[in-house]
């Protein structure tokens, strides 16, 4: 039984409801729908499942997007109710009629959709009768089907008709006559099929076998191709390989990489020799990702790869699709192009495919205006979702949280997760560096006590920024050295404590279990999770299975996901950028940091604007 019915605009104005129905939800799963599905471009799927302490409703929707009008359909998710996507299509064609923008109650509307729902229902138990009623037919006829290619096949004929079965030697002979007159008779009905579809082909062909003397031309022509090929390639011969001379020059010696030695008067390393060295941290600068898109905008230049590939008034006609609202068939060449683009750029194939339908249904039904490509349209809109999806849907402001912790008398905790290899201690580090900058006091927790050698890097890094560590060595339980962490900044008054785990594979059963133990046991004020920029379909399952196995191994019933999402290797990508679109699609987190070198300034902001710019390009 259907729950709720709700017509709505897109600024959030509820137009009506039935108020026949009377349930009341349990939970928000419209509001939910809004904010993850609707708002965040995944409106393309099919339906939406909304699971809460005692609530599971299954919600289907569709758009009016020339009026601007949402209808959303509520039911129970254990009801499998066929008539819904009906319903909800007639409903939208009798609203779509009596709507008026100035007007907000539509008392009227009762009564037609208690006569829609009948209809609706009608249909759907119609259509359900005839179902059943056609397998028992369906399964007749291949029984007659099955019984007469065994009567006929087999040599062996029905009585009745002055026949008798006839013995091994004449069915023999019998089955070479009738390969003689051209056909077999147990393939009687198939080859008359054939002539008839060859007879409209070809009227010179009798019984639509194919063709032998056109086989054999065929074979003359290619052999003919390869003997005139033979004679115009010409041999040539292998030219002996020269090592080539090394050349000395007076060039200048390299700088040096490693600055671990370089020590003050008193022996310790000094931050002081590290800031004169790496300089300020990028996240304080607002510079922009270098996109080759960028320059193509900039006045006085033209495009000339535009202009070769079409005119003036190619390209003003192009892609016009001649009709008062658009279609999804008038769409479909505009966004398999766009698919294709974002594919190249690294976004995975899921993601570019659901990002597509979540364009098309926005774009269904509206108005191409005068004089207007619909590739255009189309990429217009497709800029818009981007933007929309990669910029955060909550200020994470890490500076002004810190200072809040610090007002509560506790420490601010960010624990770093992710896959082996990514660079997880290297850019706590960069994050240390520049929380230093900021006159916060940092601490490391050296929690991977499963990789040999990782206490050694953090130790290296926690030297060179003068900053302190807590380790308690290998093989120690990583929830309890987090503990004793936030207890031991807690005492020394450390304002940051940067939690260092152990890499794991997302299928990785013990690993994933005692990160969870980590998290639930300590719960951190922020779980970053650190990924390459270089992955493609791989990023969707590792962000998906995280968070996943976060949620299946919690105790807790709201366990703690992944708050945000730092890119690392960035600057090894070029214009392949989709991992991030990737991870922020599958998660919903924002990308708060962005590794792009080796040093500790190497750390930037995720610039939304060049990014999309990149991916569109």
């Given at each position: ?448 006590t499963f990789r040999s050698g990782a206490v050694e890097q953090l130790r290296t890094h926690a030297r060179r920024l003068q900053i302190p560590i807590f380790e308690k060595g290998y093989e120690k339980d990583p929830a309890v050295v987090a503990k004793e962490a936030i ?131």
């Open positions: 039984m259907l729950e709720e019915l709700l017509i709505f605009t897109r600024g959030g104005l509820i137009l009506w409801t039935c108020k026949e129905l009377g349930n009341a939800l349990r939970g928000s799963p419209i509001d939910t729908l809004i904010r993850s599905c609707l708002l965040e471009e995944r409106s393309g799927a099919a339906s939406y499942n909304y699971d809460a302490p005692g609530a599971a409703y299954t919600l289907k929707w569709t758009f009016h997007n020339e009026l601007g009008i949402v209808f959303v359909a509520v039911y129970q998710k254990i009801f499998h109710l066929l008539y819904v996507d009906d319903l909800l299509a007639m409903v939208k064609k009798e609203f779509s009629e009596i709507y008026d923008p100035k007007q907000t109650v539509y008392n009227d509307f009762d009564d037609v959709f208690r006569q829609l729902t009948k209809e609706a229902e009608a249909r759907a138990e119609e259509m359900k009768r005839s179902k059943q009623v056609s397998k028992p037919v369906n399964n007749l006829a291949k029984k007659q089907d099955k019984f007469q290619k065994s009567s006929t096949g087999g040599g062996v004929t029905r009585k009745g008709d002055g026949e008798s079965e006839s013995d091994g030697a004449n069915d023999k002979s019998l089955r070479v006559k009738k390969m003689e007159n051209g056909h077999a008779n147990d393939n009687h009905v198939g080859n008359d099929k054939l002539l008839v579809v060859n007879s409209e082909k070809d009227e010179s062909s009798n019984d639509g076998a194919f063709d032998v003397n056109k086989l054999q031309k065929l074979r003359q022509k290619g052999s003919k191709k390869t003997d005139v090929a033979k004679k115009g390639s010409k041999i040539v011969p292998n030219k002996k390989l020269t090592k080539n001379k090394r050349v000395w020059n007076d060039s200048p010696q390299e700088e040096k990489l490693d600055f671990t030695e370089q020590m003050n008067e008193n022996g310790d390393e000094s931050i002081a020799v590290v800031a004169a060295d790496q300089g300020d941290s990028m996240m304080d600068k607002e510079e922009t990702f270098s996109s080759d898109s960028e320059s193509e905008d900039e006045p006085g230049k033209e495009n000339v790869t535009n202009s070769k590939k079409s005119g003036w008034f190619s390209s003003m006609f192009q892609n016009i699709s001649g009709k008062a609202n658009l279609e999804k068939a008038d769409l479909e060449p505009a966004l398999k192009a766009l698919k294709d683009r974002l594919m190249t750029k690294n976004v995975a194939e899921e993601i570019a495919e659901k990002l597509c339908e979540s364009v098309a249904k926005s774009l269904e039904g509206k108005k191409l205006g005068s004089f207007t490509r619909i590739s255009s349209t189309v990429q217009a809109a497709m800029e818009e979702a981007l933007v929309r999806i990669l910029t955060p849907k909550r200020s994470i402001d890490i500076l002004r949280d810190v200072h809040a912790a610090k007002e509560h008398g506790k420490p601010y905790v960010v624990v770093f997760v992710g896959v082996n290899g990514v660079g997880k201690s290297t850019n706590l580090a960069k994050v240390a560096y520049w929380l230093l900058q900021h006159d916060v006091k940092v601490m490391m927790a050296a929690c991977d207890q031991e900044a807690s005492r020394v008054g450390s304002d940051v404590v940067l939690v260092d785990t152990a890499g794991r594979m997302q299928d990785n059963e013990p690993l994933m279990r005692a990160l969870s133990k980590l998290i639930n046991l300590n719960n951190p004020d922020l779980v970053l999770f650190v990924g390459e920029a270089l992955v493609g379909n791989d990023a969707v399952d590792q962000l998906s299975k995280f968070n996943q196995k976060l949620a299946d191994l919690s105790s807790s019933p709201n366990p703690r996901l992944i708050d945000g999402i730092l890119l690392t290797k960035f600057d090894t990508i070029d214009d392949k950028v989709g991992a991030a679109l990737s991870m922020v699609y599958v998660s919903g987190a924002p990308v708060m940091f962005v590794g792009c070198g080796q040093s500790y300034t190497d750390l930037k902001k995720l610039n939304v604007t060049s990014i999309v710019k990149t991916l569109l390009k």
